[in-house]
Each structure stands twice: as structure tokens, then as C-alpha cells.
């Protein structure tokens, strides 16, 4: 466990990357997903559930965790790793989406951004030193900085204003980051909306900052998907290649194929636990809406060859029962599901970058979504 | 998987008995404590969860199951086995005391129980043919006769009719359940409310009736638990030696030591489930609320020797933050632990009664509910 972060490319294939992350608790191949841990547990599974499910790394919530139990109670409880039970390598947000997110009330000025608290309504701040400081106690072998993240729409105003306080927030995370234990990272991150000349601007000051890693933060705040992948393409060519880059808060799995054919390297959204959670099951034949009547009398499991066993054991009309009877099994087995679906997209796509057929892959995974595998119940399948 | 249904008696100790029942789906030793799986699943357990706390077989509720997703549709599914993936025995209720606790509006004839159902407002109509062919559809190894349960406090008039209407109810069930595959077992229910010569009477004419296995319904329902041990005991004495004895609904870890030691093979209760999602966890300690403050920092697991790995692996101050937090790996964790609690205590008694000690387990396993394991946090434990 005393490797220090490093990470090595090991492959491409357009501009697809395959590589590996080393980190102090372990190493993560790339392209990856994290699932998001937000209150120190991915929602509806246990830690064995989320390496059963062939996760390497989770995300665990800057903004979350410093208001319940707190950052230094996590701390002295032996840090985040200890406390959720999960050994291997966990990345913190530094919580400014979330404070734009959650807080209905908020201040931003140089120094730091106050917010009222949605659990207790008391007023914390939150400053890029103390950013740093909560994720260090919480032990995150990847700290990300303290940005400012504006929702879309907005003027080029309010874009531009927020790229630079961002930016030099982002010089204040890093000399807060010299004190912190060594071996961890610190990633910067990339914002300015949909505005491509701010993008840049954005990501070329933070590559002469000499981060870790890169974020691209800012997006799939609403826009569509075309816009993000453009700022992506933006964004690309102005990072340096020899450092990770991660597109925060993405996404659909035709968005992580979509991302990854243009770069990107890592992931975390909460869309397969939170849409497990209300019956959507994410399979090789597309997205599978369990809640509707159609699955009552299936008695076909999702995903016969799957490599998750629930996948396999249960059947469509007990997965539909359990949605419909709103119990929480349902909730488990379709979070574990899901996050094993986005786990098994992520190492076909690996596997494809170092067989050097990613744009194949691509192709065939997309044509089974759109095929899907509705089976006339009356001609069961023979093969 | 061919065996009929059995009860040996392996060893007695007092009033306390050892013994194993032989299902279709396999074995049970007894005393046996079943988990409930009330719509098909036990609730925030997987079914590997529920084995993996100690328990042999589980409880599916008719009541739920005949109106959700239906017994006609799990039979066409497989059964109940197949549908929920629980391989091992399974008794099912017969319907008669959700009728009585869930629905608003119903009506007993002689015929049958007719109610609305609470999930759509049908009405719905029981009667006792109708219970054994749930049942049957279901695929129980366990099949619990329809019985009129009366809430406490009840005229001695009404409890009377509901005595002697379960008693030709029974009749009906026996001949309903002729026709039902071999190997199956069929349960009386002796009813009787709190009137001591109406349970004698009850339970000698089901006795005449001869009947796989004996239950006592219409306890726990809010009597104190001296009226509850006062009525097994007066019952118990006219119930065939050389059949299960089952305490429905019942109860505390408490509940079940004193009715063992009067005489009880078999108990189901959603106390362990149901309190584990009120984040109140069972332990050799006693019931510990984790909803409370003091466990905020408590780094201690709530058992290191626990049999059970969820209750060995994580801190308090973890389950606390879960609890508060409302996560649902809280209440997964704690249904779990609680199960697996419940399991301990009966192997206990199991063991207890094979090696001829049970009044010693029973006096160890208060003291040590009522010791607690409180320790001062800057003294910690050193044996």
C-alpha cells in the first residue's frame, strides 16, 4: 500500500487511451468508472457487492461527508477507507457542485464559498484550504481542487468570472496540497460551460499548474449531448497527455463510449444506482424499464451471460414484483446489476482499446442496445 | 429433495426439545426460528444474506403473496422456491391474521373471509379450500390451515365463535389439502385468545384431527408476555409430543428462550427485520439502539465474535452514521446482523438442550442482555 500515484498509458487506439492508475491503496485500469459513494456507501450495496460488481475505485462526497459525520470524525475513526469498509481506492469531490446543487443559499466571494447546511441549516464555509484539508483527513488517494461550477445556461460573464476564480482557486488547492500526505493526487479541473474559447483558456492555465490529473468538470449539467462531446474535443488537445483525464459526473453508457472514443479516461455518475433504484435495469440489450407490465410473467433472467450473479439468477418477473412491491431487494439487486453492467462496458472497452477495434466495439455495442432482446414469449429462444 | 415431510425428536431437556424436520426442500433442526419473507423476499436480505445468518427456512405470507404478484402466476414462474431463489423449506401463513390486522373492511361467514384487498380495493374472497390451494400454487413445504384470529381483548362469546368456526375450518383444510402433492405438511392452529379452557378445547380437537405439526396463533398481539406463557403452557399438554409445536409471530429474544423452555419447536417473527430497519440491532449484549448519539464515535464492531461478518466488520459509529443518514445499506446490515443474532440464539438452545443444559444458556444468555457491554471509551477492553 505504499505506492505513490502514478499513472501509466498503456495503450491507444484513435484517441481512445487504455492505461493504469496507481494509487496507495491500490492500482485502477483505465477507461474507469466510479460508482458514487455520496454518505460513505454506494446506495443499496455493500463493499463486496461493489467489488463483486468489478469496480476498482468509488467517489466518495466532499459536501456530504463534512456535514454528517464530519471530516474529522471520519478521521478519527481511522479515515474513509476504514469507515466504509472499502480497501481499495476512493477519489473525493472537492463539493462545489454539490454546494451549487444542494444549497439554496450560497455565497461565493474570493476567499471561500458559504452555504447553508440542507441537513441542520447552519452556515459553513467551504475555502480551496479547507477543501484540501477535509479530503486529506478523509484520506482520498485523489483530492480534487475547489471549483466554481455555474449551471447552464449563463452569460459569458458569469462563465468567465467563475473559470477564473476557479483557476485561482486551483493555485490555492495545490500549495494547501504541498502539506498533505504524500502519495496522493490532486486533479484540476476544467471548467467553462459551453464556451469554448473559456475551455480553453481553462485547461491550458491549469496544464501549466502541473496537476496529477485533469477533470472536466461543468458538463451534463442539462446540456445535450453533442455540446458536451464538442467541449470535449475543445478541451482535449490542451491537457497534457500523460496525466488522466476524467469527465465528472458522466454518464449514460452510449455517453462513456461517446467520451472514451475522445479521450477520457475516468467516470462517476450515480445514473446505475440511482436509476436501479427506481426500477431501470442497464443490460447489453439496452436499458430495461422493470416497472413496466410486459416483464409480470418473464421468467428470463436479465442477463444470462452476464458476469454478475443476480444478473443470472433472477428472473425478469421477480425483479418487475419487487420494483412494483416497492421492496428494497429490488433496489440492491438492480443497483449491483447496473453497476456491473457499466463495469463490464468500461473492460469491453478496455479490452477493445488494446485489440486495437475500439471504433468495433463501439459499433456492435450500440447496435445490441438498439436490438434489444424482446423475445415473443410463445417462441422461447433455442440457443 | 423427495423426502415427506418429518419431526424426529432428537433430545429433551425439561419442557425443552431438540429435534430436525424433513421437508421436500431439506432440513430444518429445531427450535427454529424462520424469517419472514413477506412479499417474496425477506426484507432488505438477499437470499444468500438469509443463509448466510443460519436460517434454514423462511415464511412467505399468503395474505400478500395471493394478491401480489399472485399464487396462479408464481406457480406458472416455478413456485415460491424458484421465484424468490430460496432452495430450502418454506412454510406459508395462511392469510387468516393479515386479513384481521391489514384489512379495513371484511366480512366472515361461514363460507369464507371476504376483504378488501389493501393494494387495489378489490374484493377479495378466502375461504378454506382457497388457502390450502395457495398454497399449494406456492409450492409451501409448510401449509398453515385458514383460522379466524380475534383481536385482544375479546368477549369470551367472540372468541368462542372464532374457536369453533377454526375448528371446522381445520376440517375443511385437512379435506382441501388430501388433493395436494405428497410430502407436504399441513398445521393446525390452536386459537383461543386469552381464555384458558377454550385453547385446552381447541387444541385437543385439532389433536383428534391429526395434523402434521400444531401452531398457537392468536398470541403476541399485545398481551403481556405472562399471559402469552401462561396460555402455551396450558396448551402444550394437549398437543401431540411427537409433532412440531409452532409460536406464531413470536417475538423478542426473550419471548423465545421462555417458550422454548415451555415446549416450542418453531417461531417466525419480523422483529429482527423489521427493528434492524429502526436501526435497533440484537446482540449477546442486549438490544442496542444505534440511533443513539453515544455510538457517533464508537470505533468497537457490535459483536468480534459473531459468527456473522457484518457484525464483526464494521463500527458502530458506521452503523450510527447509516442510521441517521437513512442509507439503506443501514437497514441491510442490521437485518442481517439481527437475523444472524436470532440464528445464535437458537443454535444455543439447540446445543443447550443436547448437552442437557438449558436452564444454565437461559440464566447466561439474560445476564448477559442485561450486563450490556458498555464500556468507558479511555478503558477499552483488554481480554
Known amino acids: 500500500m505504499s505506492n505513490s500515484f502514478t499513472f501509466r498509458l498503456i495503450e491507444t487506439n484513435g484517441a481512445a487511451r487504455r492505461g493504469e492508475i496507481a494509487t496507495p491503496h491500490g492500482r485502477v485500469q483505465t477507461p474507469a468508472f466510479m460508482p458514487v459513494g455520496t454518505q460513505a456507501t454506494v446506495k443499496a450495496l455493500t463493499p463486496e457487492d461493489v467489488e463483486r460488481a468489478g469496480a476498482e475505485i468509488v467517489l466518495g462526497n466532499t459536501y456530504h461527508l463534512m456535514l454528517r459525520p464530519g471530516a474529522e470524525r471520519i478521521a478519527a475513526l481511522g479515515g474513509l477507507h476504514t469507515f466504509m469498509n472499502w480497501p ?63 449551471r447552464l445556461p449563463a452569460t459569458r460573464d458569469e462563465i468567465e468570472r467563475a473559470v477564473n476564480l476557479s483557476l485561482r482557486w486551483a493555485e490555492r488547492c495545490k500549495r494547501a496540497f504541498e502539506s498533505a500526505p504524500k502519495g496522493r493526487a490532486l486533479f484540476g479541473i476544467v471548467q467553462g460551460g459551453d464556451d469554448a474559447p473559456l475551455r480553453v ?32 474535443e475543445t478541451v482535449m488537445p490542451h491537457l497534457p497527455a500523460d496525466r488522466p483525464h476524467y469527465l465528472m459526473g458522466v454518464g449514460t453508457p452510449d455517453d462513456l463510449i461517446e467520451a472514451v472514443a475522445r479521450g477520457i479516461d475516468m467516470f462517476d455518475c450515480v445514473m446505475p444506482t440511482r436509476n436501479g433504484r427506481h426500477g431501470l435495469a442497464y443490460t447489453r440489450f439496452g436499458p430495461i424499464n422493470l416497472k413496466n407490465a410486459r416483464h409480470a410473467e418473464d421468467p428470463r433472467p436479465l442477463d444470462d451471460e452476464s458476469d454478475y450473479p443476480a444478473a443470472r439468477t433472477y428472473s425478469r418477473a421477480y425483479l418487475h414484483h419487487l420494483v412494483k412491491a416497492n421492496e428494497t431487494l429490488g433496489a440492491m439487486l438492480l443497483s449491483g446489476i447496473n453497476v456491473a453492467y457499466y463495469q463490464t462496458l468500461m473492460r469491453g472497452m478496455r479490452d477493445a482499446i488494446e485489440a486495437k477495434r475500439f471504433d468495433d466495439f463501439r459499433r456492435e455495442a450500440k447496435a445490441a442496445w438498439v436490438r434489444g432482446d424482446i423475445e415473443p414469449l410463445t417462441s422461447p429462444p433455442t440457443a
Not at 211 to 231: K, R, T
Open 201 to 232: 483558456e481553462s485547461a491550458r492555465a491549469l496544464s501549466q499548474m502541473d496537476f496529477q490529473g485533469y477533470a472536466i468538470g461543468g458538463l451534463a449539467v442539462g446540456e445535450p449531448q453533442d455540446v458536451m462531446l464538442s467541449m470535449i
Open 88 to 150: 481499495r481506492p476512493i477519489l473525493t469531490d472537492s463539493g462545489g457542485f454539490q454546494v451549487m446543487s444542494l444549497s439554496a443559499l450560497r455565497k461565493i466571494d474570493e476567499k471561500a464559498v458559504t452555504f447553508r447546511s440542507h441537513l441542520d441549516g447552519a452556515m459553513v464555509e467551504l475555502s480551496p484550504e479547507r477543501a484540501i484539508e477535509i479530503q486529506t483527513l478523509l484520506g482520498a488517494d485523489i483530492i480534487m481542487q475547489l471549483d466554481e461550477c455555474v
